[in-house]
């Protein structure tokens, strides 16, 4: 690999192994899985139910251990850092999307993007703008103020992307970001999470049992039987 593409990797997995247990039971859910996502590069994980596909991403966002491996963000190794720097660098390079939006529903919805950059130090007037620049990108400048149960499922999932991408990530990982959503409004959301990550020049790892969707990915990783 040349220095430069080197230098473009974002996110890389390396020899990720988990096992859980049903049981005395050992249930082999990840058997050395290694792989890389670069900066502006929209990678599809698919896999049957059961793969272990949000494991991996669990694992790849920080939120979880591997049993053995590496992840490394950035040029940063996570398996040499103590939790509070794995928090620290989850927060300041990783934005996530999930199947269910998981919005506050007592917070609007500038609000509840507005919120995770103050967790990470922003001042409030500047989470505000950027909520509001965000809200603007997915199409919903109009709703800022409206909180959860005003917003269709859709509007809900646009919101919880911008979110995912509030704090400047270097790459976005999503689990079934249209899992919930009728066909046609999951094709609407995938084309705006799909914009705005490639107009950002972010990663993006992608998980999704939506083979049209996974045609869009620049490529796409299958995950099975432990395996890529």
Do not use: C, W
């Not at 590069?41 to 590496?70: F, W």
Request: charged share 20%; proline share 4%; hydrophobic share 45%.
């Amino acid at each position: 690999m040349s220095d430069g593409a080197e230098r473009n990797v974002v996110l890389r997995l390396d020899k990720i192994v988990k096992t859980f247990h049903q049981g005395e039971r050992p249930l082999h859910i990840l058997n050395g899985i290694s792989a890389e996502v670069r900066a502006g590069e929209l990678v599809g994980l698919i896999g049957p139910s059961g793969a272990g596909k949000s494991t991996l991403l669990h694992i790849a966002g920080l939120l979880e251990r591997a049993d053995s491996g590496d992840v490394i963000i950035g040029g940063q190794a996570a398996s040499q850092l103590d939790d509070g720097a794995r928090t620290a660098l989850r927060r300041g390079t990783v934005g996530f999307v999930y199947q269910y939006h998981h919005l506050l529903p007592e917070f609007s919805a500038a609000e509840n993007i507005a919120l995770p950059q103050m967790i990470a130090g922003a001042r409030k007037a500047d989470a505000n703008a950027r909520a509001l620049e965000l809200l603007a990108q997915v199409g919903l400048g109009e709703r800022a103020d409206h909180r959860p149960a005003r917003l269709s499922g859709g509007e809900q999932q646009r919101v919880a992307i911008a979110r995912g991408l509030a704090n400047r990530p270097a790459i976005l990982l999503a689990d079934e970001p249209t899992g919930n959503l009728d066909p046609h409004t999951a094709e609407s959301v995938f084309d705006v999470l799909i914009g705005l990550v490639r107009n950002a020049g972010l990663a993006g790892l992608i998980a999704t049992h939506n083979p049209e969707l996974a045609k869009r990915m620049d490529r796409v990783l299958h995950l099975e039987n432990g395996g890529l």
